[in-house]
């Protein structure tokens, strides 16, 4: 999970691969391309599989925690820092390092906070909607409710923290998208295990959203640097591709062959780490759902259950 935008402006030189701005939009780290790519596979994915275990209920909530989580990640921290800037200038406060620092962690904290702990509250509400209009019973409520943990409280800073200390963590997560992922995932993990409807959800999610982390942010580069070693493909980095995209070198064959090879390892590394997030991380949850608890019940269902032997 990455704070995105788009400068993908280098215009197309002749002597080089037709490859070589597709493969920019892999290595620049401000590219939404392959996380858009990645985000609509699984949406679709997930949402699939959701339909063929839990059926048009779940299937409805896995579409909107998914898509409303990828378009907060792919647009929302932007939308929500450009707000912070304007309301600032409505103020005329000063954008000093000190408040751009400030703005990058609070609209990271706002966006998580909001997926992890108001998302699935909202999603509990739609199902429990759902339900309301497909039954014909009066009366049908959740027994097993959890409220939700105040975002005051999720938010609540840490007042002793200085300014320069405040720069320093703001620029590590503008910069290191390891830590901003396993930072920000940490709070929706909490947030969706908080808002699990009983245990064996609470159980579902952890699995789900833990072994997610590692085919969001290691997977690709890792399939890549073992595919380099194995075809003996050439490393090729950004900066070399915007001087060849822009004519200030000259491209060779062996740097089209780099491109062509490279291309080809980040295209499918993204599509098997999109493979898993959709289809085999769904697959063995529902494996672990009817493990335990003997059923592919969807637990947003009016008359949810498990097995005697598995309850509490």
């Given at each position: 999970?990455?704070?995105?935008?788009?400068?993908?402006?280098?215009?197309?030189?002749?002597?080089?691969?037709?490859?070589?701005?597709?493969?920019?939009?892999?290595?620049?780290?401000?590219?939404?391309?392959?996380?858009?790519?990645?985000?609509?596979?699984?949406?679709?994915?997930?949402?699939?599989?959701?339909?063929?275990?839990?059926?048009?209920?779940?299937?409805?909530?896995?579409?909107?925690?998914?898509?409303?989580?990828?378009?907060?990640?792919?647009?929302?921290?932007?939308?929500?820092?450009?707000?912070?800037?304007?309301?600032?200038?409505?103020?005329?406060?000063?954008?000093?390092?000190?408040?751009?620092?400030?703005?990058?962690?609070?609209?990271?904290?706002?966006?998580?906070?909001?997926?992890?702990?108001?998302?699935?509250?909202?999603?509990?509400?739609?199902?429990?909607?759902?339900?309301?209009?497909?039954?014909?019973?009066?009366?049908?409520?959740?027994?097993?409710?959890?409220?939700?943990?105040?975002?005051?409280?999720?938010?609540?800073?840490?007042?002793?923290?200085?300014?320069?200390?405040?720069?320093?963590?703001?620029?590590?997560?503008?910069?290191?998208?390891?830590?901003?992922?396993?930072?920000?995932?940490?709070?929706?993990?909490?947030?969706?295990?908080?808002?699990?409807?009983?245990?064996?959800?609470?159980?579902?999610?952890?699995?789900?959203?833990?072994?997610?982390?590692?085919?969001?942010?290691?997977?690709?580069?890792?399939?890549?640097?073992?595919?380099?070693?194995?075809?003996?493909?050439?490393?090729?980095?950004?900066?070399?591709?915007?001087?060849?995209?822009?004519?200030?070198?000259?491209?060779?064959?062996?740097?089209n062959k780099a491109i062509k090879g490279n291309f080809a390892l980040y295209a499918a590394g993204t599509a098997l780490s999109t493979f898993a997030l959709a289809?085999?991380?769904?697959?063995?949850?529902?494996?672990?759902?009817?493990?335990?608890?003997?059923?592919?019940?969807?637990?947003?269902?009016?008359?949810?259950?498990?097995?005697?032997?598995?309850?509490?």
């Open positions: 999970m990455r704070i995105l935008n788009n400068n993908n402006n280098i215009s197309y030189h002749g002597d080089v691969s037709k490859l070589a701005k597709p493969l920019r939009t892999f290595l620049d780290k401000n590219s939404i391309i392959p996380t858009l790519l990645i985000e609509t596979g699984v949406t679709l994915g997930r949402t699939y599989e959701a339909n063929k275990k839990g059926g048009k209920k779940e299937a409805v909530e896995r579409f909107v925690e998914q898509g409303v989580s990828a378009a907060v990640w792919l647009g929302g921290v932007q939308a929500i820092k450009k707000i912070i800037n304007l309301s600032a200038d409505a103020l005329k406060i000063n954008k000093s390092d000190n408040f751009k620092a400030f703005n990058t962690l609070s609209s990271l904290a706002l966006a998580t906070g909001f997926i992890g702990f108001v998302l699935p509250k909202i999603n509990h509400y739609i199902s429990k909607k759902v339900i309301e209009k497909t039954s014909k019973k009066e009366n049908i409520a959740r027994s097993n409710h959890i409220k939700t943990a105040s975002f005051d409280e999720f938010s609540k800073k840490n007042k002793n923290i200085s300014f320069t200390s405040l720069q320093s963590v703001a620029s590590a997560f503008e910069n290191n998208n390891a830590l901003r992922l396993l930072v920000t995932d940490t709070g929706v993990i909490a947030g969706r295990y908080k808002n699990g409807r009983n245990k064996y959800e609470k159980i579902e999610g952890l699995f789900r959203d833990i072994t997610s982390i590692y085919f969001y942010l290691l997977s690709t580069k890792n399939f890549v640097e073992a595919g380099r070693k194995v075809f003996k493909i050439n490393k090729i980095d950004k900066d070399k591709l915007d001087n060849l995209l822009s004519g200030a070198l000259k491209a060779s064959d062996a740097d289809v085999l991380i769904p697959k063995v949850q529902y494996l672990i759902r009817n493990k335990l608890t003997n059923k592919d019940q969807f637990p947003g269902d009016d008359n949810y259950s498990v097995e005697q032997k598995n309850k509490v």
